[in-house]
């Protein structure tokens, strides 16, 4: 993969002061708390995109900063290949380098006028998809009015009345079925429906054919991105027998915006298959989107404030190898990534924290009787709390005889420490 960026620098970017986020040539995921940069990272890359309306309009200035800078780079090279600094115009990428960014506007449909295009004939409207291929590539990190998303249905009717006669077009439409079909969630295809005024494409989904407009918000929010990606690839990759082998770099912030959990594991994967020469760049809450990118080796960059700035940070291979293999839940847990505080609700985390406090209390030979007696009631609690979870999750009982133990050594010790004060 030649087209692919090994790195997005900024300085002076709004919460960033200096940062280099390492960038992996198939897929990159980018965590971190709301207002740690997920977004303005996927807008800086968005504004270096060919095309002088592409991403932000006004320089993201850091405040009380006089200059700043957005720079991106090739594998082994000092030198941007596409670059903005404050108060000038962006240096944006050549036109052989494509950026597309998806934003939460992906699947709005924008209620202004109408349908879109006024031509019902499929040859002109592939004559104007062909125009737009290139343009509005990043609109939607910024507002709901992409003409291309908005006409997806006659976008491909038109494509499936090409490929009637255009064996190259007839080839896409077979892979866009199959890629269909390969991500899964009981998507079965594209069925072509007569209605009143021409053919309506409609995805199957378990044996039910539905509009686009008909399926939920996060097939919505998928589909737009692969679609749109198929159709432009068309265009911008003409030579190729099969333009989903086209280079290009996409970012999508919120991947697992609407996703159900079980989609959010599997859908980096599914994209990169799609578009196996396609440099992906996500921005996810998602611990399972995560676990999908540390099974397979790649980048997890972790973005979070240190001394009043972002800083973004990359997981080490060995941090990826400490954490192959572990449960949502222990991500969740991982200061490294998301650091929530508790396995368990408000409820019972409180329960932990008392738990905690008075086991110090105990360990320094201060507690009181009442102390260790809301200890080990809450012990009691926490033990209980966990045999019901490996009871939901048939698990069997290794954690809970853990809690046990835990509890029978913090009786043993208070004991010992009672002894020694006598």
């Not at 986020?21 to 207002?35: A, H, K, M, Y």
């Not at 009380?64 to 404050?86: F, M, N, Y």
């Not at 700035?309 to 192959?324: D, G, I, Q, Y």
Request: aromatic residues 6%.
């Amino acid at each position: 993969m030649g087209a692919a960026f090994d790195r997005l620098t900024l300085r002076n970017v709004r919460c960033f002061r200096e940062a280099a986020v390492e960038l992996d040539p198939r897929l990159t995921v980018l965590i971190g708390e709301n207002g740690s940069g997920k977004t303005t990272l996927v807008e800086a890359l968005a504004s270096l995109s060919q095309g002088e309306k592409e991403g932000l309009a006004e320089f993201p200035l850091a405040r009380k900063t006089k200059s700043g800078e957005i720079s991106l780079h090739d594998p082994g090279q000092t030198r941007p290949v596409a670059s903005w600094k404050s108060g000038r115009a962006a240096a944006r990428l050549p036109e052989s380098r494509q950026i597309f960014a998806y934003g939460r506007y992906r699947r709005v449909l924008y209620p202004g006028t109408g349908t879109g295009l006024a031509s019902t004939r499929p040859e002109l409207e592939l004559a104007e998809l062909a125009k737009r291929a290139s343009r509005q590539r990043t609109v939607t990190l910024f507002q709901p009015d992409n003409h291309l998303l908005r006409d997806l249905s006659r976008y491909l009717s038109a494509l499936h009345f090409a490929g009637q006669s255009d064996p190259r077009i007839k080839t896409v439409w077979q892979q866009l079925e199959r890629s269909l079909v390969e991500l899964g969630q009981g998507i079965e295809g594209i069925a072509m429906e007569r209605g009143r005024t021409g053919y309506v494409p409609k995805v199957v989904r378990n044996g039910v054919p539905l509009e686009l407009r008909e399926l939920s918000d996060g097939y919505q929010s998928i589909l737009v991105v692969v679609f749109d990606l198929v159709l432009r690839y068309i265009y911008l990759f003409p030579t190729l027998e099969d333009p989903l082998l086209g280079e290009a770099t996409v970012a999508i912030d919120e991947v697992d915006l609407h996703l159900h959990p079980r989609w959010q594991r599997t859908v980096g994967a599914q994209l990169t298959t799609l578009f196996p020469n396609t440099q992906f760049i996500l921005t996810t809450h998602s611990p399972a989107v995560v676990q999908g990118a540390i099974d397979r080796k790649l980048k997890v960059v972790s973005l979070r404030e240190e001394g009043g700035a972002a800083v973004a940070r990359t997981l080490t291979a060995k941090e990826m190898s400490e954490l192959e293999g572990a449960e949502v839940g222990s991500l969740l847990l991982e200061e490294r990534l998301f650091g929530v505080d508790s396995r368990y609700s408000p409820k019972y985390s409180a329960v932990e924290e008392r738990v905690d406090q008075n086991r110090r209390r105990i360990e320094r030979g201060t507690a009181s009787e009442e102390d260790r007696k809301q200890l080990f009631a809450d012990l009691d609690t926490l033990q209980k709390l966990v045999a019901a979870d490996e009871e939901r999750r048939a698990d069997g009982s290794y954690m809970s005889q853990m809690t046990a133990l835990r509890k029978a050594f913090l009786e043993d010790l208070a004991a010992e420490v009672e002894k020694l004060k006598r």
